[in-house]
């Protein structure tokens, strides 16, 4: 099992940056396919972009590519996400994810409480 801890959230404005971190806690954190989701107020969660075990592949959500970045650091237990150019509709909670499967859509198994991120116009 893995324990997931968001970090970095905030308000932004448009156009600008944000960087969300995700630590992890055991000793397979580097077995396991990370993610990032995000769930907006009155609309269902959503997937945002995924990495396999080893940072070799990468998935993003169309509305967020060439804009999103995902990393992952396994010395450190840790995942990143760098959101560059944000718009208001990327304000959400921000959850990172960890999986057993190999895919880097999933399914995931273990979640993050979550982080704030609000993009201001």
């Known amino acids: 099992q893995v324990q997931l801890v968001e970090s970095g959230g905030g308000l932004v404005q448009v156009g600008g940056s944000l960087r969300v971190s995700c630590a992890a806690s055991g000793r397979t954190f580097s077995s396991y396919t990370m993610g990032w989701f995000r769930q907006a107020p009155g609309k269902e969660r959503e997937f945002v972009a995924g990495?396999?075990?080893?940072?070799?592949?990468?998935y993003y959500v169309d509305s967020v590519k060439g804009r999103f970045t995902i990393s992952r650091d396994n010395a450190k237990n840790t995942v990143t996400l760098q959101m560059n150019s944000l718009k208001p509709e990327d304000t959400a909670v921000y959850h990172c994810a960890a999986g057993k499967s190999s895919a880097v859509t999933g399914p995931y198994d273990y979640w993050g409480q979550g982080t704030q991120v609000t993009v201001s116009s």
């Open positions: 990495i396999s075990w080893s940072g070799g592949r990468a």
